[in-house]
Structure formats: C-alpha cells, structure tokens
C-alpha cells in the first residue's frame, strides 16, 4: 500500500522568509500525481499545486513550488515570500493514476510569525 | 469552479439519534464522491468512496451499516450515521470529482466540512 510521510509535525517561519516542507511517500507504481493541500483554521481543503509524476519539470503555483525527486521519492513544498495568511495545516498527497483515492500525509502545521 | 457544499455545517445530536450529512457539487457533475473522517490535529482519513448510481465502497474498518452513503444523483452524495454515539463525534469533509474538469489530474475538490456533536 502507498504511504504518505510528513516528517514535520510543525514548522514555523518569519513573514517574508521562505519555507520548505517535507513530503516522502512509498510506491512501486509509476503513475501517479501528487499534491499539496492547505487546510486554514476555516477546516476547507484547498488545493496547492499538484504535480504529475511523468513530468520532471517541478510544478509552480505563483508563491508555491515544488521540489519533486522522483528517485528518492520525495516531494517538498516551498513557500516564498511567506504570508500571514499561508499560516495553516499542510497536507502532502498521493493520488495513483487510474484509481481515485488519495492517500494523505499526516500534515505540518505552519506558522507566520509577524 | 468546482465548488462542493456540505449542510448542515454543524450538528449536535443525542445519543442513539440518526443524523444525515449532504455534500452537493455545485457546478459540475461528481460522479464520484469520497466521505473523509478527520479527527482533531490529526489527517484525513478515507471512509468511502461512492460512484452515482452504485453502492459504495468502504474501507478497511469503517462499519457500513453505520455509516450508510447514498449517491442517487450526479450533484448529491449523503452520509447518514445511524445510532449515533459520542466517539462518533468528529469533522466530517466529503470532496468531489468528475466530469466537466481537468480530470487528467485526479482532483478531488472538498466541501467545507461538517462537524458532528454527539451528546
């Protein structure tokens, strides 16, 4: 079965730095897309930036990349330019190609320090 | 786009008492829903995934006759916990895909949630 690891509990991070998180998963398949969702104290999931595993180039979302190491199965997030408001729960997810269920990590939870 | 609903936001209920949850897509077509259960600081766990038209699939652990799903239309899924109890108590998000959307990515788009009281 497909495993999602966050390794960060919790990450903290001055308005205006940057920040990265962390993503691993496990898969033997070689289809599949991953994602980022951000879920703020509202508790609505919002979609991040994904990233299609086929593809080498890493996706960009504005403020939003990733680093995809498909390799070392890893998956990071980096939020530039940090925001008061990206202060939320971050979940990395795996979706298998073909199939519709998304495997989550257990999430980081960032916050914005003024 | 894409927006899914979920009503009632929150409910509080007694002990024993039904209680039914509806996630509505908006301005698509879902033909598959997904019921997710997440408890406090924690992830989202999968409960069931529902195609319109067919029964649902459950996973691993989760009670079906508990937890009964209906997805009789392309915009409606519901969740019904039946014989509620307090360690039913938990934030309940159900998300949506289907047709009319960017598929090729394997979005879900989620509903806002429902938090449920169990007294």
């Known amino acids: 079965a497909q495993t999602v690891t966050q390794s960060q509990p919790e990450m903290s991070v001055q308005e205006a730095e940057t920040v990265t998180l962390s993503c691993t998963y496990d898969?033997?398949?070689?289809?599949?897309?991953l994602f980022w969702y951000k879920q703020p104290p509202s508790r609505q999931m919002i979609l991040v930036i994904r990233q299609e595993a086929y593809k080498q180039q890493n996706a960009t979302e504005n403020r939003f990349s990733v680093n995809f190491q498909k390799a070392a199965k890893s998956f990071s997030l980096k939020i530039s330019d940090s925001q008061l408001g990206d202060a939320a729960m971050y979940f990395c997810a795996y979706g298998q190609g073909g199939s519709e269920k998304l495997v989550f990590g257990k999430g980081t939870k960032l916050t914005v320090n003024p | 786009g894409a927006v899914v609903s979920q009503h009632p936001s929150r409910v509080i209920c007694k002990s024993g008492t039904s209680v039914k949850i509806e996630c509505r897509s908006l301005d698509f077509q879902a033909t598959t829903m997904f019921w997710y259960r997440q408890f406090p600081k924690k992830s989202l766990m999968l409960m069931a995934t529902s195609n319109e038209g067919s029964k649902a699939t459950y996973e691993q652990g989760v009670e079906k006759d508990k937890f009964l799903i209906n997805h009789a239309s392309l915009t409606l899924s519901t969740l019904t916990v039946t014989s509620a109890h307090p360690e039913d108590s938990s934030f309940y998000i159900c998300s949506a895909r289907g047709t009319g959307l960017p598929v090729t990515y394997n979005e879900q788009f989620f509903g806002p949630g429902t938090r449920l009281t169990v007294l």
């Open positions: 898969t033997s398949e070689s289809d599949y897309y």
